[in-house]
């Protein structure tokens, strides 16, 4: 039986997830509240008490093949379960899905951003209440997969949970590609350390690092330096009345500007092969805008591919962030308690690398979740990449 098979390969990656729960209350099965869940959140709930409604009107369907010896557990059931679910382990259960779903490519782009859920901020319990949650998400472009998330520890930020994020994935012969705030030596030697290389963006929190590989790129242009080979390449992107024009400029050889790493003068920066500029303008009618960004590389790559890197970063705004808050409503999530606005995130991410995984593209994932909820056949499609 197809749903059968379904749910035995749930069962596979989550099969080391422990039940939070005493005895005496587990009238529910843990594999059946985390299946009904999923299926709930791919069809487009987003509260427990839509996932208790869900299960109620599938109740049928969902009986030809999970445990549902006291019937569809209750909102509060979902609810408690969720709160109390060991975040590491359920994230690890995804990362074992992920792993078996996918290879990422040996030329693929990792992509590192964070994301804050603003609606799991809370400012009732205490005078200082609970902070908004902040996760660290890492997306593989070629593959359109979500491979892992990580929360951000309340008192820190992203730097300290990057780490903790790379070292569940295994990124070797991948780039991997961060904001200004991973741009960090210790990070830059990691991904080094683990096979990787880096395409990390730059900015004026690096101080002297970012001023001399602004005056390098002065100096290119300006051809003040007659060994320096300035490599670039220039897109055009039109739609929604604007147009884009992009200009990806490298500097694919350091070894003429030895200064710029060595002597005591030096900033050695871990692996830095390469920097990168990329110069981009907006035009909307007669309104004009432009912006330069600047990139460490730990390879010399082209100026078209070093291009194609940043614009594979972008996928993480615009097909992850940008879908979780449209399709998922993300930011308006009130799920908050304990852990549960950090697992229900997990459910999202899975959710939508199921979702982005059907062979059939043609459908928005709004229109995908409709579907599915409608048509338990077209679900079980969605289900079968577990």
């Known amino acids: 039986m197809a749903e059968a098979s379904a749910v035995h390969s749930l069962s596979e990656h989550f099969a080391s997830l422990e039940d939070p729960r005493v005895e005496r209350t587990k009238l529910h099965p843990l594999l059946s509240i985390v299946t ?54 359920f ?13 990422v490519l040996l030329t693929g782009v990792i992509a590192l951003d964070g994301k804050c859920l603003r609606g799991s901020r809370d400012q009732t319990s205490g005078k200082a209440g609970k902070a908004a949650i902040h996760m660290v998400s890492a997306w593989a472009a070629a593959n ?43 990070i830059a030697k990691q991904i080094i350390g683990q096979g990787a290389n880096y395409v990390l963006a730059l900015k004026e929190n690096q101080g002297t690092l970012y001023q001399d590989v602004v005056e390098m790129f002065a100096s290119a242009k300006a051809g003040t330096i007659e060994e320096l080979v300035l490599e670039d390449v220039r897109t055009i992107e039109k739609g929604h009345g604007r147009i884009e024009v992009r200009r990806y400029r490298v500097i694919p050889d350091l070894d003429v500007l030895g200064w710029l790493q060595e002597g005591p003068e030096g900033h050695h920066w871990p692996g830095l092969q390469s920097i990168g500029m990329v110069e981009a303008e907006r035009r909307i ?41 449209v399709a998922f409503h993300e930011d308006q999530s009130r799920i908050r308690a304990g852990y549960a606005a950090e697992n229900f995130a997990v459910l999202r991410h899975l959710a939508l690398n199921l979702l982005q995984h059907h062979p059939i593209k043609r459908l928005s994932v709004k229109a995908r979740r409709l579907k599915a909820a409608w048509d338990n056949d077209y679900l079980l499609q969605i289900l079968k990449a577990l």
């Open 144 to 186: 359109r997969l979500v491979l892992a998330q990580v929360k951000v520890d309340a008192k820190s930020n992203e730097i300290t949970a990057i780490p903790e994020l790379l070292r569940a994935l295994s990124i070797e012969g991948c780039i991997v590609t961060i904001d200004a705030m991973g741009t960090q030596r210790d």
């Open 285 to 325: 009618g007669d309104k004009r805008t432009t912006e330069t960004r600047y990139y460490l590389l730990s390879t010399p790559l082209s100026a078209r591919a070093f291009g194609e890197a940043v614009r594979s970063h972008w996928g993480i705004e615009n097909s992850v962030h940008w879908v979780l808050d």
């Open 91 to 103: 994230q690890t259960c995804f990362l074992s899905w992920t792993k078996a779903v996918s290879t």
């Open 36 to 89: 009904i869940a999923l299926c709930a959140v791919i069809c487009g709930a987003e509260t427990w008490d839509e996932i208790e409604e869900f299960g109620e009107a599938k109740v049928d369907w969902l009986k030809s093949f999970l445990e549902l010896p006291n019937g569809i557990p209750s909102h509060d059931t979902f609810n408690r379960v969720f709160q109390a679910l060991d975040p590491k382990q």
